[in-house]
């Protein structure tokens, strides 16, 4: 388990710890003060996507969603993201997400664009 350094502090920073990590996915820890919502999930997605970082120098930001969607509401408030580095061009990385509330119950999902400088 691994922190993820952000420039972000509580309680905007809800993505907490890389559980695991291969070249293409990873699976990240997010935890909320409250019951999240549906742009709190996403916003810990983006912030999830640092764990795919070449070093702790690079910066990134969210530039776009794509089919987004709340497959039902979530009633914890620690999750785990499944991310998934699809697609690389350039500067751009298009980042894919499930979020779940145990092994089995995904509660959201979409693909977001990440500007990296």
């Known amino acids: 388990m691994t922190e993820i ?28 003060e409250q019951i999240p919502t549906l742009p709190m999930l996403v916003e810990a997605a983006a912030q999830s996507s640092a764990s795919f970082r070449i070093d702790d120098k690079e910066n990134a930001f969210l530039v776009s969603l794509k089919g987004i969607n709340l497959l039902q509401k979530p009633t914890k408030m620690s999750l785990v993201v499944h991310a998934r580095d699809e697609h690389r061009l350039d500067k751009m990385r298009y980042v894919g997400f499930d979020i779940f509330e145990d092994e089995v119950t995904c509660v959201a999902s979409g693909t977001l664009v990440i500007a990296v400088q």
């Open 5 to 32: 350094k952000l420039p972000h502090l509580a309680p905007i920073k809800f993505a907490k710890f890389t559980l695991d990590k291969d070249e293409k996915s990873a699976r990240v820890l997010i935890e909320f």
